[in-house]
């Protein structure tokens, strides 16, 4: 919560500006996903569920944080690569390493992981359908849901998130 304290406002810029850049990978993505695009990323959000299911009970700490974290970049990652353009993906190579500390400490942020898995299949569910336009809306509102949970986290650092936004 410190790191998003003292680098929120900066995280925000990025945000807004992946929220673009992204929603257009995914748009792309949803218009040339093949059917092994699909399960590659059916099994990163399998992988997601079965890590969090084994940390039932428990606090999130480290480990949890760290394989997440590999599993959200691989997630962003393959919506780059199908979305087939060799600039948009290393541009959001370059956005993913200006937020390279932060997706640990946005993570962190109650129920986020749960949360990110949600959305993250209705961004899959719109792939998988071959709906450029939904993808774009489900990817849209991913980043833009983290976005809100930062801004609330650095203007009310003291106040747990609300049920409304678990």
């Known amino acids: 919560m410190r ?11 990025v945000l807004q500006v992946r929220e673009a850049v992204e929603a257009q990978a995914a748009s792309l993505a949803a218009s040339r996903a093949t059917a092994k695009a699909v399960q590659r990323l059916e ?29 959200d970049e691989a997630f962003h990652d393959t919506l780059a690569q ?3 353009y060799r600039f948009l993906r290393n541009l959001l190579h370059a956005l993913a390493s200006a937020i390279a500390d932060s997706r640990a400490a946005t993570l962190a942020i109650p129920g986020r992981i749960q949360r990110s898995l949600r959305e993250h299949r209705a961004i899959l ?20 849901r983290v976005l809100a949970e930062v801004r609330s986290v650095r203007h009310h650092p003291s106040r747990p998130l609300s049920a409304k936004q678990t």
């Open 125 to 144: 569910r719109a792939v998988s359908r071959r709906d450029p336009e939904a993808a774009r809306r489900a990817m849209r509102a991913h980043v833009r």
């Open 82 to 84: 199908l979305a087939g």
């Open 43 to 71: 099994r990163l959000l399998a992988e997601g569920d079965a890590l969090v299911a084994s940390y039932r009970g428990r606090p999130v700490d480290e480990g949890l944080l760290e394989a997440y974290v590999r599993l």
């Open 3 to 13: 790191w998003l304290l003292r680098h929120g406002a900066s995280l925000e810029e």
